[in-house]
């Protein structure tokens, strides 16, 4: 288990987190979690470390978010759902421990990088895209919630589309995590590499950190080839993803015959309708908040979808037997009523079903 995070420190002051699981595109475990929480404590305090690189081994991608099949099996045993609860509360205390580290964390976002890869990424310090990202929050694919923070970075995301990402699980590129502040600076694939093996060549133990990486990150940055797709739409995902409700988004869409609005009318109704209502309040309620607090938030919310029948039967769609054919037991919108919605806020819900 243990060389599936590679950790490294080097006498120049840099030190490396790289995740080694490419079988599973590096998606996230308790045991990585919680060697990357240890490998983060230790390095805080270690003065020879100066700054840290967050990155993964292959080509495949960043990390494809965190190990959805072992959720499965919460379903089947107490011990299992245990397991699962405490996924979830390492990969939050990790995702925090990520904002709060007090030394430059450069996260390489090359490839593809969804869910818990988001999460555990976002609050570093430089986040740097490549022309192979692939940027995404699918968890309503499904049948469950953007977590991991999501309803703080997703409300800094420009007017609403922080709700069209999560609603629709749109995948964006290079261009369009930039403009929704998920990433700092663009390097080019062929300019990675170089970027990566200058970093061992400073010695960070001698220069003003933030300034020497300022300087080393714009020596290979640079704009990215494609303009942002997503501010071209900005106007009409404001005019429909303004509305309070996931029944008032559909209806506008509905009087907006155009290529984009049936295109996203299609998409939101093909996730479960449970997860589109959670998932809204969740945003709402989110606006304004600190990362502590909206991971705690999904730390309750994450618990009541482990007591959740749609949130297995999402999964077994997707990644068990595939068909891509969930058969939810709340299927309509109209089906989700704001009492269902609340109880995946509350603890109180929680302890009556244990």
């Known amino acids: 288990m243990s060389d599936q995070v590679l950790f490294s420190q080097e006498e120049n002051g840099l030190a490396s987190i790289t995740l080694n699981r490419p079988e599973a595109i590096h998606s996230l475990n308790y045991e990585m979690l919680d060697a990357i929480g240890v490998k983060l404590k230790e390095w805080e305090q270690d003065e020879r470390v100066h700054l840290v690189v967050l990155k993964s081994s292959g080509d495949k991608g960043f990390c494809a978010g965190g190990d959805i099949k072992t959720l499965y099996e919460a379903q089947k045993s107490e011990e299992a759902m245990q397991r699962a609860v405490a996924f979830f509360k390492r990969e939050y205390e990790v995702d925090e421990m990520v904002y709060t580290f007090s030394k430059p964390i450069i996260a390489i976002l090359d490839g593809i990088v969804m869910g818990g890869g988001v999460g555990l990424s976002y609050g570093a310090d430089y986040r740097i895209v490549t022309d192979k990202t692939k940027w995404a929050m699918p968890e309503m694919n499904i049948g469950f919630f953007p977590d991991v923070g999501a309803a703080y970075f997703l409300n800094q995301a420009p007017g609403y589309t922080g709700r069209y990402l999560a609603l629709t699980a749109s995948v964006i590129k290079a261009a369009d995590v930039l403009y929704c502040e998920a990433a700092d600076y663009y390097i080019s694939k062929e300019s990675l590499d170089d970027f990566l093996v200058f970093l061992t060549t400073v010695d960070w133990n001698q220069k003003a950190v933030e300034g020497a990486l300022q ?10 080839p494609e303009d942002s797709g997503l501010r071209l739409v900005q106007e009409e ?41 959670v998932t809204l309040q969740q945003l709402k309620d989110g606006e304004g908040k600190s990362i502590r607090e909206c991971l705690d938030r999904d730390f309750t919310i994450a618990k009541n979808f482990l007591l959740h029948d749609d949130f297995y039967e999402g999964i077994r769609s997707v990644l068990i037997d595939k068909d891509h054919r969930p058969d939810y037991r709340y299927k309509r919108l109209s089906d989700v009523d704001d009492r269902l919605v609340e109880r995946f806020f509350t603890e109180e819900n929680i302890a009556s079903r244990k």
Do not use: M
């Open 237 to 277: 995902i404001d005019n429909h993803f303004s509305n309070t409700s996931v029944e008032g988004i559909v209806q506008s869409l509905d009087q907006s015959a155009t290529p984009f609005t049936e295109k996203t009318r299609e998409s939101i109704l093909s996730k479960s309708p449970c997860s589109l209502k």
């Open 215 to 224: 300087s080393a990150i714009q020596k290979f940055a640079s704009p990215p």
